[in-house]
C-alpha cells in the first residue's frame, strides 16, 4: 500500500512541475502524450508495488522474430 501510495504522489509532483511548462507554451500534443506516458507508468509502477507479474516486452518481440530468424539460419 505504501508503493502504491508513493508512486501517485510522485505521479502528482511530476504533473505540478511539468504541466505548466508545457501549457505556456500551448503544446497540446506534448501534453496529452506526456498524459498517456506518465499514465502508464503510474498504472505500471502501482502493479509493481502490488507485486504483479509484468511480462517482459522482449518477449513478444522474440515471439514475432523467432521464425523469421528461423528462415534465415
Known amino acids: ?3 502504491s501510495l508513493f508512486v501517485i504522489i510522485s505521479s502528482v509532483l511530476i504533473i ?3 504541466l505548466p511548462n508545457l501549457k505556456g507554451q ?5 501534453i496529452y502524450s506526456f ?4 499514465l502508464i507508468a ?3 509502477g ?7 507479474e509484468i511480462p517482459n516486452p522482449l518477449k513478444a518481440v ?7 530468424n528461423n528462415i534465415f539460419n
Open 1 to 3: 500500500m505504501k508503493g
Open 16 to 18: 505540478i512541475y511539468e
Open 26 to 30: 500551448n503544446c497540446k500534443k506534448e
Open 35 to 38: 498524459a498517456f506516458l506518465l
Open 42 to 44: 503510474t498504472i505500471l
Open 46 to 52: 502501482i502493479l509493481k508495488s502490488f507485486n504483479v
Open 62 to 68: 522474440e515471439i514475432i522474430y523467432r521464425p523469421l
